[in-house]
């Protein structure tokens, strides 16, 4: 029963997004802490924010089943391959919206896609205020939220990528 729970709650709020608007027009906004979570990846290893701390994270927050979405993957596997990526100074995590960890494990291989992916859980969807995706967050050195943008399109990759090297260009305080 709270499988099919999650799965409904998951679909209300994960409904296609037309056109990109601000994860702040929903609350979660630049400047807030970003919310602490700890989660598995795909290869079972611990994630938690706290233990990125001093490191540019960006979360991905997206499900197989949703083009926009599907669209903005190989930006993130772009992301993912960049050399400050390879030094650990950004860490980038794909989380998926509650589908399987089979379901989202076929389909990375089927792409090809290489960037670390955890499977999201009520909470973190709760506290990141995903109402629609994909969600992208980019969280400072210092835990704080700096850019924050729902759906997809070429405008929101280069917000994206402007947004990451600002972050990467600011010390930890």
């Known amino acids: 029963m709270r499988r099919v729970g999650v ?4 679909a209300a709020l994960c409904l296609a997004v037309a056109g990109r608007v601000t994860a702040e027009d929903k609350g979660l906004k ?3 802490k970003a919310p602490e979570f700890k989660l ?3 290869a079972g290893k611990e994630v938690a924010l706290k233990d990125l701390k001093g ?3 960006f979360l991905d927050f997206w499900a197989t089943w949703c083009r926009p979405c599907r669209e903005a993957l ?3 596997e772009e992301l993912a391959k960049r050399e400050e990526a390879k030094k650990g100074d950004l860490q980038v995590l ?4 509650a589908e399987t960890k089979q379901t989202v494990a076929k389909f990375l291989k089927e792409k090809g896609y290489t960037f670390r992916c955890a499977i999201g859980d009520g909470a973190v969807l ?4 995903v ?8 969280v400072g050195r210092d835990g704080v939220i700096t850019w924050t943008a729902a759906g997809f399109s070429k405008a929101t990759a280069e917000e994206m990528d402007k947004a990451i090297d600002a972050a990467l260009k600011k010390k930890a305080e």
């Not at 794909?94 to 919206?97: T, V």
């Not at 709760?126 to 205020?129: G, L, Q, T, V």
Request: hydrophobic share 45%; net charge neutral; glycine share 6%.
């Open 74 to 76: 190989p930006h993130t």
């Open 131 to 138: 109402e629609g995706i994909p969600l992208f967050v980019v």
């Open 94 to 97: 794909a989380i998926n919206c």
């Open 40 to 42: 598995t990846d795909l």
């Open 7 to 10: 799965l409904t709650v998951v």
């Open 55 to 57: 490191k540019v994270v």
């Open 126 to 129: 709760k506290a990141y205020k």
């Open 30 to 32: 630049a400047g807030d």
